[in-house]
């Protein structure tokens, strides 16, 4: 199969750059040795009972039900940790998730589910290096969060047709082909949801505080123009580099040029020093943002009064007494190790590595090649997204027939307390998806 290359020269100078957040949602292992490209070693797919496997009750992980047999390759491709990001996390409930998965779920048709592992770090080459990799090892799919470079692991994987599930990701190469799986509505949690809510508040004018990499920025480009003008509000996009520490020039503007509703976008500490500067202004409009924004860091670094009222799109309903969150928590206390639980990557990771698994219940194991997968895949019927607190998902492209890839409709709101915690989540634009 195809091996695609990626020169230096072809790619923006390289600096610190944090992780795209379009992961809903979005690692070093413990057992990953790293090679030279940034890639761990393949996964554990022992289905013994865990040491801690009594702490949670059959009733919420499910009961006993070990993979048996010859072991399936999944690939799982994650940032890990650099300088200016860490989402380690991503593969510690990556290994939780497909133990609990290989011990009460049967695996993938009866068979465990072999992780192979690697990290990119978040340099585009080392994610098509990482790409290639998985084609290389015959991996039948790829299971991965919210890449910062989406573009660059996709292309080997597209070229060897090889089925791709992705927490969130903005790519318009991603999101319109038909062999990628998406489980957030990108529409809804990059666009619609801030354009909602401005005119729900009578304002005109959003400013998007969006991190300066291509992952996160595109759909602000492309799509975004249409969506705003419909809506009948204007949007400024205020991109700001992913070093950039001190957001106090951009915040002074907004503050003063009429911008009802701030939006931002980025990992943790970029949506920390952006709520910071607004803070330090005064910005007295409506702040809005993501889930990957949201965690103690954040909890601890910015006022409570200035995360009061704050909204959150969320793709999933962290922290809540959902049946469906506290199965994440469970399989997260059972099966895996040092797991921020209301940390918005790791939610979003165990969707992405369960819902995989969702959308394959009942296959067979002589459908595990590639091309089976990927049409089992697109026969299931639409179903609760796990962790997703009522959010449906279905991979049959007609979530939304302009990008096939994406699986969901809508998504879930909620606005914080004055101690930066979600109060009530409200659904919007859930509707079924057809046939």
């Not at 190469?173 to 990108?186: E, F, G, I, S």
């Not at 089992?376 to 019927?381: C, D, G, N, S």
């Not at 879930?412 to 998806?433: F, M």
Request: overall charge neutral; charged content about 20%; aromatic content about 6%.
């Amino acid at each position: 199969m195809p091996r695609v290359e990626i020169t230096r020269t072809s790619i923006a100078p390289r600096r610190k750059r944090r992780r795209s957040t379009f992961a809903l949602l979005a690692a070093p292992l413990a057992a990953v040795t790293l090679l030279a490209a940034g890639c761990g070693g393949d996964g554990d797919t022992s289905t013994g009972p865990s040491a801690s496997a009594s702490t949670a009750g059959d009733s919420v992980l499910g009961p006993m039900n070990p993979a048996k047999g010859a072991p399936v390759k999944i690939g799982f491709v994650s940032d890990g940790k650099y300088p200016g990001s860490d989402s380690s996390v991503e593969g510690r409930v990556a290994d939780a998730t497909v133990k609990w998965i290989n011990e009460r779920k049967g695996g993938l048709g009866g068979r465990p589910i072999q992780l192979v592992k690697c990290e990119d770090q978040g340099d585009p080459a080392k994610a098509t290096d990482c790409g290639n990799r998985m084609v290389e090892e015959n991996v039948a799919a790829v299971v991965m969060g919210g890449p910062a470079y989406p573009d660059a692991v996709w292309q080997p994987l597209h070229d060897a047709n090889l089925p791709m599930f992705f927490t969130g990701v903005s790519s318009n190469n991603v999101l319109t082909d038909p062999n990628a799986h998406v489980l957030a509505d990108a529409v809804f949690g990059a666009l619609g949801l801030p354009a909602g809510l401005a005119k729900e508040k009578g304002v005109k004018k959003v400013s998007a505080i969006v991190i300066d990499i291509p992952a996160a920025v595109q759909i602000y480009k492309t799509q975004a123009p249409a969506i705003y003008k419909a809506a009948g509000v204007e949007l400024q996009l205020v991109t700001v580099p992913p070093d950039q520490a001190d957001m106090t020039p951009q915040a002074q503007r907004i503050a003063t040029d009429g911008t009802g509703v701030v939006w931002v976008v980025g990992g943790e500490p970029f949506c920390i020093a952006a709520f910071n500067a607004l803070n330090s202004v005064g910005y007295t409009g409506t702040t809005a943002s993501i889930t990957q924004c949201l965690g103690d860091s954040t909890r601890k670094a910015v006022p409570g009064s200035f995360l009061k009222g704050m909204v959150i799109g969320a793709p999933a309903p962290i922290g809540s007494d959902d049946p469906s969150v506290k199965q994440f928590e469970a399989v997260s206390e059972t099966y895996g190790t040092n797991i921020d639980t209301g940390n918005g990557v790791a939610i979003g990771m165990f969707a992405s590595m369960a819902g995989f698994r969702e959308a394959l219940e009942g296959v067979s194991a002589s459908e595990l090649t590639p091309a089976g997968i990927a049409a089992a895949i697109k026969k299931a019927p639409e179903r609760d997204l796990p962790a997703g607190g009522g959010i449906r998902f279905r991979c049959n492209g007609k979530a939304n027939p302009a990008l096939p890839a994406s699986c969901v409709r809508g998504g879930l709101s909620t606005t914080l307390d004055d101690k930066g915690q979600p109060t009530t989540y409200t659904p919007l634009s859930q509707t079924p998806i057809p046939d």
